[in-house]
């Protein structure tokens, strides 16, 4: 089955720090998808990007889908953004294991 | 709003004593899903449903029986629970298989004793 993986698995960071999260796939996929799991459990889908690039607020996300990798950016990060991050994609949304972040103030 | 809804939040019970976990959509989607998160595994994918009476296997099938009898309802049946089955329990939906807005419920922290 298709594999997904992300880099770093960690990552603390000091408030108002920029990051990058990736995520590559063994195979092509169509309908890649960035979650944030707070850290209270709840997991919210953040974009839908199957290619290109999307912004929403401080976060950008960007999917090179010829190459399979996709790339998350978090600018002039808060405490807030701590917690878990995670790509999915494939017909049945195939999860890597996720990128823990620590924001600290 | 727009929602999943599952149900307990959190749960202990004893090895070999049924349950079942409800999950519940209000958006009409066509697909639904199980997944079970463990510590560095992230999510892996238990069952899934394209619609109703329709379901299949995902990645961690064993252990664990769903049913699709109604297309907002997604319930996820342990027949006779293990402690390996200690981990937290997520449903989500989407409106199609591999579509857009993939949306998850709050979870469900279950502990088998």
């Known amino acids: 089955g298709i594999q997904v993986e992300q880099s770093p698995p960690d990552l603390i960071l000091q408030e108002g720090a920029n990051s990058t999260l990736r995520c590559n796939f063994s195979d092509s996929v169509n309908n890649l998808q960035w979650f944030h799991q707070n850290p209270w459990g709840q997991l919210i889908n953040l974009f839908y990007i199957p290619s290109g690039t999307k912004q929403n607020g401080r976060l950008s996300a960007t999917t090179v889908a010829t190459e399979r990798y996709s790339l998350l950016y978090i600018s002039s990060s808060q405490t807030t953004d701590s917690g878990v991050y995670f790509c999915a994609g494939h017909n049945d949304m195939r999860f890597g294991a996720g990128t823990r972040l620590t924001v600290k103030p | 709003e727009a929602q999943v809804t599952q149900n307990p939040r959190y749960l202990i019970t004893v090895t070999g004593k049924k349950l079942t976990v409800t999950c519940s959509q209000n958006m009409n989607h066509e697909y639904m899903s199980w997944y079970r998160q463990d510590p560095g595994l992230g999510l892996r994918q238990i069952y899934y449903s394209m619609n109703v009476e329709v379901t299949d296997k995902g990645d961690v099938p064993e252990g664990y029986k769903v049913s699709r009898k109604e297309k907002r309802n997604f319930p996820l049946i342990l027949e006779s629970p293990s402690p390996n089955q200690t981990s937290l329990y997520f449903c989500?939906?989407?409106?199609?298989?591999?579509?857009?807005?993939?949306?998850f419920g709050s979870g469900t922290r279950l502990t088998v004793v």
């Open positions: 989500a939906s989407s409106l199609l298989r591999g579509s857009y807005g993939y949306t």
